[in-house]
């Protein structure tokens, strides 16, 4: 009879699986970020001064003819609402 012990490759092969689970999240996060950047930047950005377009030509329909529809920016729409 031959008795040996598997103690030291299953402790092994548990913290081999714990380092890939971290890695896994961690490149998962990274991921996760930059997806959210690219959709804020080439998605969002875009439909929010497409909106803020339409609300300042709403309120001055003259102004649609003027540079100032084509300069509207969050903060422009944001100093105009804080003076009201």
Known sequence: ???YST?????INA???????IFVCIVL????????????????SPIERM???????ARNPLAAASD???NAGVLSMLAKEEEK
């Open 1 to 3: 009879m031959a008795f």
């Open 68 to 70: 100032e529809v084509e």
């Open 51 to 57: 909106l803020e377009k339409v609300k300042l030509i």
């Open 15 to 21: 913290i081999l699986s714990i380092c890939r689970t």
């Open 29 to 44: 996060s990274i991921a996760s970020i930059m997806f959210t950047s690219d959709a804020n930047r080439l998605v969002l």
């Open 7 to 11: 103690q030291g490759g299953s402790q």
